[in-house]
Structure formats: C-alpha cells, structure tokens
C-alpha cells in the first residue's frame, strides 16, 4: 500500500496570504497525484489531476507540484471560500489511497 | 450537467446487509468507469471499490474485500454497492464518484462525486 503523508495538519492563515501545502508518498508515484478540497457537509471535489493540471473550472488561484514522491498544492491568495480541507490521492497502483487531509481554517 | 445521486443509506444491525444505488445522468454512463469512496464520521476519504466502464472489471479496498460487490446496469444508468457482513467501521458516508475521463485507463480520477448517503452499522 503506498502511504500518502499530508503535511501541516493544520495550517492557519488569513485571507490573501499564500497557502503551501506538501503531500508526500512511501514510494515513488510518478505524477499520479490528485489533489480535492472538501467543504463541512459537502462531497470532495477535484482540483488537480496529474499533480499539476487543474481540473475544469477551478481557478487559476490554485497551482500543483511535484513528481515522484514530494508534491505540493499552491492557493497563491488564498479567498473566503478557500477555507476547507484538502485531500490528496493517489493511483500509481490498483490499489487507490489518500492522504490523512490539511486543514486550512481562518487566523 | 453530470450529476450523481446515491441511494439506499440507512441503519442496520452488524452482520446485516445494504445495498446501495447511485444513479447517474448528464453523460454517457456505459463509457466510464464508477467508483465508490466513504467517508467514517469526522475522519478522511477511503477508496472502496472500482469498476470498469463494461463492469466487467473490479477492485476492492482490502477491508471491504470478500463482503462488499460492486456492480453497474448501464441500462438503467445506476452503479451498485452491495454490503454484506457489516461491521460498525464500515459506517461511514459512501460516495459514488465519475471517472474523470473515459477509456481503457479507468479508475483515473474522481470527478465529480456524488452528494453521498449515510451508512450507520449499529449492535
């Protein structure tokens, strides 16, 4: 099983201010990372594929990272609606698996 | 619009069974691959199932293997979760999601999801 590390758990910031968040795998996946944001109450949703290609309608705000083992999400300025959790997934194997999620809340 | 609208949550005993449904529209159901992902209350996302855009493919999660199938009618555009021997880590929110794209690289990546249904396994 490839273990998916997330890293800070938690990660307090105000809005405008850059968001950095590092995803990092148990063993190499090529590019196969995928990053999604979960808003309380709501189902994920897809913000990069590929480690670097933001999906349809997501905006430009949010960048990925990353090949091999150490992977990144970038929000460069981070908006009200930004404040969520994140998850990333990988699918370098049959067997698919997430990391334990970042937080990113209001300071 | 893709949408997906899961079905068939509910409370049931440990040792029970459930089904669940996840009805799609707004795209080509038969040309995807569909998986289900749940969530246990105030933890993070586990990957359950997967399977090909014909069905004639499948994987599992370790922990749900032997007791859960997952299948699809493609004529009826609904994706299946069928749980058996439930035990009380397996109450969760169960998801169906879409793959992203279509073809024989399937099981890709999630997008989008559905809105989930609760499952609650209780003694």
């Known amino acids: 099983e490839i273990v998916l590390t997330q890293s800070p758990a938690t990660l307090s910031l105000s809005p405008g201010e850059r968001a950095t968040l590092s995803c990092r795998a148990s063993q190499s996946i090529s590019s196969y990372l995928a990053w999604y944001q979960q808003k309380p109450g709501q189902a994920p949703r897809l913000l990069i594929y590929d480690a670097s290609n933001r999906a349809t309608g997501i905006p430009a705000r949010f960048s990925g990272s990353g090949f091999g083992t150490d992977f990144t999400l970038t929000i460069s300025s981070l908006e009200p609606e930004d404040f969520a959790v994140y998850y990333c997934?990988?699918?370098?194997?049959?067997?698919?698996?997430f990391g334990g999620g970042t937080k990113v809340e209001i300071k | 619009e893709v949408q997906l609208l899961e079905s068939g949550g509910g409370l049931v005993q440990r040792g029970g069974s459930l089904r669940l449904s996840c009805a799609g529209s707004?795209?080509?159901?038969?040309?995807?691959?569909m998986s289900w992902v749940r969530q246990a209350p105030g933890k993070g996302l586990e990957w359950v199932s997967a399977v090909s855009d014909s069905g004639g493919s499948t994987n599992y999660a370790d922990s749900v293997k032997g007791r859960f199938t997952i299948s699809r009618d493609n004529s009826k555009n609904t994706l299946y979760l069928q749980m058996n021997s439930l035990r009380d880590e397996d109450t969760a929110v169960y998801y169906c999601?879409?793959?992203?794209?279509?073809?024989?690289?399937?099981?890709?990546?999630?997008?989008?999801w559905g809105q989930g249904t609760l499952v609650t396994v209780s003694s």
């Open positions: 707004g795209f080509t159901f038969s040309s995807y691959g």
């Open positions: 999601a879409k793959d992203l794209w279509s073809g024989e690289d399937w099981r890709n990546w999630f997008d989008p």
């Open positions: 997934q990988q699918r370098r194997n049959w067997l698919i698996t």
